[in-house]
């Protein structure tokens, strides 16, 4: 089962997103955040497998650390799943 965390500014549209993926038999929404902070909170506290990011969030000064963080966690993901 993938799990999602799903980053969005707008409540509304985070939560419409999470409840519509909720339906999904293979995916786990973790959960739906605000901010990067929130983002990067969760991160530390949660593993996901993917990170769904608003595109208009992708804009703000707060997301290169939130790809930061993920990045870091992917790579040291791949390097304990590597043979």
Do not use: Y
């Not at 339906?23 to 973790?30: A, K, S």
């Not at 990170?51 to 790809?67: E, I, K, R």
């Amino acid at each position: 089962m993938m799990r999602l965390l799903i980053v969005h500014e707008a409540r509304l549209m985070a939560d419409l997103t999470a409840n519509a993926l909720r339906l999904e038999p293979d995916l786990h929404v973790v959960a739906g955040v605000q901010t990067a902070a929130a983002a990067l909170a969760l991160l530390k506290q949660t593993k996901c497998d993917v990170l769904l990011v608003s595109v208009t969030f992708a804009v703000s000064v707060a997301a290169p650390q939130v790809s930061v963080r993920v990045d870091r966690t992917s790579r040291a993901a791949r390097r304990s799943c590597a043979p």
